[in-house]
């Protein structure tokens, strides 16, 4: 039994395809890698926040940039993809980005992240979008 879990987790770990919940044609994860930009409202702060992903080899993985936070290439301890949800957690910074992959109308490009940022008890509603080349 551990030996089939260990298989299944390494299956999902490499396939770098998504299914889409309701049996939908599967997602290409690939479609999300890039930088990622929302704002993000503190109190009476509004700072900005970039998140990097990156599939390697096979493993999707994140970084967390934010001049206002101090914050240069933060890795993520675990990035989850779960259908159409995803979630990022920092645990040094006592934070979590998780929200859901929205799709342009064929289905088949992530267009934005609707999400939220949760740090400590604090959550503060995000919308990530593909950063534009001038301001990477």
């Given amino acids: 039994m551990k030996l089939n879990t260990i298989a299944l987790i390494a299956l ?6 998504t299914t889409i919940a309701n049996g939908q044609e599967p997602l290409d994860t690939s479609t999300l ?14 700072l900005s926040i ?16 934010s001049d206002g936070l101090g ?12 259908g159409l949800r995803i979630s990022a957690k920092f645990s040094r910074l006592d934070a979590e980005v998780s929200g859901w992959l929205r799709l342009n109308d064929d289905k088949d490009q992530i267009i934005r992240i609707d999400g939220d940022w949760f740090q400590g008890a604090e959550l503060v509603p995000i919308v990530l979008l593909p950063a534009s080349p001038a301001n990477l």
């Fill in 71 to 82: 914050i240069y290439g933060l890795p993520a301890d675990s990035v989850e993809i779960n």
């Fill in 12 to 17: 999902i770990i490499v396939n770098p395809i």
């Fill in 33 to 46: 890698v890039g930088t990622w930009e929302s704002s993000l409202k503190i109190n009476r702060d509004e």
């Fill in 50 to 65: 970039a998140l990097n992903l990156e599939i390697e080899q096979g493993v999707i993985q994140a970084e967390l940039t």
